[in-house]
T-cell receptor, first 113, second 111 residues
Framework: KQEVTQIPAALSVPEGENLVLNCSFT??????LQWFRQDPGKGLTSLLL?????REQTSGRLNASLDKSSGRSTLYIAASQPGDSATYLCAVRITGGGNKLTFGTGTQLKVEL | NAGVTQTPKFRILKIGQSMTLQCAQDMNHNYMYWYRQDPGMGLKLIYY???????DKGEVPNGYNVSRSTTEDFPLRLELAAPSQTSVYFCASSLFYDEQFFGPGTRLTVL
């Protein structure tokens, strides 16, 4: 059974700092991996989708990498801003598992002025 | 283009009552999903649908029912509500095996 872990559960950084969020998964037979952002009391916003054949994806200040062999993905946020404060979730879609996502429990990020 | 919409936003039920959570999408997506999110836990898949008339169970289907009569709508039915069903419910959709887009959620409390 696929398990997805995100460490740390919470992170606080000063504004302007570059940071990395981690996502680990136990089954390397993944189809793709998706990173989401969730603001308090809101739904999930898709940030990046990485296919299993890709090593990384970029969108603005965000860069997500994928290493299937080690079961890891990282989300790099450059020049963090207070508006980046949110919970970041990763979710994995396994090969042959239909389109079902297995979610991690998220990293709660706070960017302080 | 409203994306994925959900109603109601909030609801309080008494134990044993029933209700339907509504979900609609206007992106002509084939796949639709229902998740629940409990504090400190990741999202868990309740039911999903790959097209009108086709539904299947997810990880935590007990106590819930779904139907999909149109491409746009995917309602979730709770029968005999229990305190364990207190949660935030999210509906999502995707075209195929790609990005899933989420609605704003329904916060349900069962007392």
């Amino acid at each position: 059974k696929q398990e997805v872990t995100q460490i740390p559960a919470a992170l606080s950084v000063p504004e302007g700092e570059n940071l990395v969020l981690n996502c680990s998964f136990t089954d390397s037979a993944i189809y793709n991996l998706q990173w989401f952002r969730q603001d308090p009391g809101k739904g999930l916003t898709s940030l990046l989708l990485i296919q299993s054949s890709q090593r990384e994806q970029t969108s603005g200040r965000l860069n997500a990498s994928l290493d299937k062999s080690s079961g890891r993905s990282t989300l790099y946020i450059a020049a963090s801003q207070p508006g980046d404060s949110a919970t970041y979730l990763c979710a994995v879609r396994i090969t042959g598992g239909g389109n079902k996502l297995t979610f991690g429990t998220g990293t709660q990020l706070k960017v302080e002025l | 283009n409203a994306g994925v919409t959900q109603t109601p936003k909030f609801r309080i039920l008494k134990i044993g009552q029933s209700m339907t959570l509504q979900c609609a999408q206007d992106m002509n997506h084939n796949y639709m999903y229902w998740y629940r999110q409990d504090p400190g836990m990741g999202l868990k898949l309740i039911y999903y649908s790959v097209g009108a008339g086709i539904t299947d169970k997810g990880e935590v289907p007990n106590g819930y029912n779904v139907s999909r009569s149109t491409t746009e709508d995917f309602p979730l039915r709770l029968e005999l509500a229990a305190p364990s069903q207190t949660s935030v419910y999210f509906c999502a959709s995707s075209l195929f095996y790609d990005e899933q887009f989420f609605g704003p959620g329904t916060r349900l409390t069962v007392l």
